[in-house]
C-alpha cells in the first residue's frame, strides 16, 4: 500500500485529456511538500515530467501539466498521442515517515 | 549530468549485493544521491541516500540494518549495498540525483538484481 495513492490505470483516446490524481496526506502533499511526476516506458529508467508541483523540466511538452490543492495533486495530458503510453509516477516526502514516497504508479494507455 | 550504472547481478538468498553508481557531469559533492527499487511489474520503492560530501546517509524504515551507502568521491562514484536477500529483493535498483526541492533530476539506467536459489 503506497502512501500516495493513485489509480492503477486511465485511458483516452489520441487527442483527448486525461487526469491521474495523487491522493496523500497531511504529513507530506498537505505538509505543502511538492509534489513531483516521472514518466517511465517499460525496461527503462523513470524520467523527470513535472517539478516542485507544477513545473516541466526543459524538453517536457506543454501539453502536461500539474497542480496540487490540499492533500492531494494531479497531472493532466492534453492531446493525447500514442508516445504517451508510459507508466506515471507522482513523488513527495513524507514528513512523519522521513521518507521520500512514491505513488503506486498509474498506467496510461492510449486507445 | 550522467549516472552511470552498469551490469547485473545474479545472487542466492542470504547473500550481499553492491551496486555502484557513477557520476559525471556535475561536481558530485553537490547533490545528495539516492536509491529507488522497482521489482518486477511493481512500483518505485525509496531506499535511501547519501550526501558525498559528508558521507551521512538516511535509509527508509524497511532497510534499516540491512543497506550500506558509502561513496568515494575520488571516481565520483555512490555505492548500495543490501545484505542477507530474498527472492524479495529481486528488483531493478536505479541511483538518482535529488535536487534541493525534493525530485529527482537525473537516473541512472538501473542495475538488475536477481536472486535466486
Known amino acids: 500500500q503506497s502512501v500516495l495513492a493513485q489509480p492503477p490505470s486511465v485511458s483516452g483516446a489520441p487527442g483527448q485529456r486525461v487526469t491521474i490524481s495523487c491522493t496523500g496526506g497531511s504529513s507530506n502533499i498537505g505538509a505543502g511538500h511538492n509534489v513531483h511526476w516521472y514518466q517511465q516506458f517499460p525496461g527503462t529508467a523513470p524520467q523527470p515530467l513535472i517539478y516542485r508541483s507544477a513545473y516541466r523540466p526543459s524538453g517536457v511538452p506543454e501539453r502536461f501539466s500539474a497542480s496540487k490543492s490540499g492533500t492531494s495533486a494531479s497531472l493532466a495530458i492534453t492531446g493525447l498521442q500514442a508516445d504517451d503510453e508510459a507508466t506515471y509516477y507522482c513523488q513527495s516526502f513524507d514528513t512523519s515517515l522521513s521518507a521520500w514516497v512514491f505513488g503506486g504508479g498509474t498506467k496510461l494507455t492510449v486507445l | 549530468v550522467q549516472l552511470l550504472q552498469s551490469g547485473a547481478e545474479e545472487k542466492k538468498p542470504g547473500a550481499s549485493v553492491k551496486v555502484s553508481c557513477k557520476a559525471s557531469g556535475y561536481v558530485f559533492t553537490v547533490h545528495h544521491i539516492h536509491w529507488v527499487r522497482q521489482a518486477p511489474g511493481k512500483g518505485l520503492e525509496w531506499m535511501g541516500w547519501i550526501n558525498p560530501n559528508r558521507g551521512d546517509t538516511n535509509s527508509a524504515l524497511n532497510f534499516r540494518g540491512r543497506v550500506t551507502m558509502t561513496s568515494d568521491t575520488s571516481i565520483n562514484t555512490a555505492y548500495l549495498e543490501l545484505s542477507e536477500l530474498t527472492s524479495a529483493d529481486t528488483a531493478v535498483y536505479y541511483c538518482?540525483?535529488?535536487?534541493?526541492?525534493?525530485?529527482?533530476?537525473?537516473w541512472g539506467q538501473g542495475f538488475p538484481v536477481t536472486v535466486s536459489s
Open positions: 538518482a540525483r535529488a535536487t534541493d526541492d525534493g525530485d529527482f533530476d537525473s
